[in-house]
Nanobody, 127 residues
Framework: QVQVEESGGGSVQPGGSLRLACKASGRNLDSLRYYAIGWFRQAPGKGREDISCISYSDDSTYYAESVKGRFTISGNAKDTVWLQMNDLTPEDTGNYSC??????????????????WGKGTPVTVSG
């Protein structure tokens, strides 16, 4: 089993920045030779949005149009991925969760390749 835990959420004013972290752990992590880690968010009363992904299967990344140019995903190629979020707006408010997908590539449908999920960290942008 692989455990996934997010951190770094909080409250920030519009135009501000946050850096989220997603850490994977567990005895089966080493068995995932090529995997992807994706970030998702869900705003109150709205559906899930698949916002970013990084894949160690082919070194690809993916960004939703709503965050492109403002968010940057990066990782240590081992167990941690960060999501740097700049120029935040109230529309970025939501619960941000990450997931690990074994052998997954970062296409626009990367959600369907995710196997292990964290519980999320809340982000509130208001001023």
């Amino acid at each position: 089993q692989v455990q996934v835990e997010e951190s770094g959420g909080g409250s920030v004013q519009p135009g501000g920045s946050l850096r989220l972290a997603c850490k994977a752990s567990g005895r089966n992590l080493d068995s995932l030779r090529y995997y992807a880690i994706g970030w998702f968010r869900q705003a109150p009363g709205k559906g899930r949005e698949d916002i970013s992904c990084i894949s160690y299967s082919d070194d690809s990344t993916y960004y939703a149009e709503s965050v492109k140019g403002r968010f940057t995903i990066s990782g240590n190629a081992k167990d941690t991925v960060w999501l740097q979020m700049n120029d935040l707006t109230p529309e970025d408010t939501g619960n941000y969760s990450c997931a690990v997908g074994d052998g997954t590539y970062c296409s626009s449908s990367f959600y369907y390749g995710m196997d292990y999920w964290g519980k999320g960290t809340p982000v509130t942008v208001s001023g």
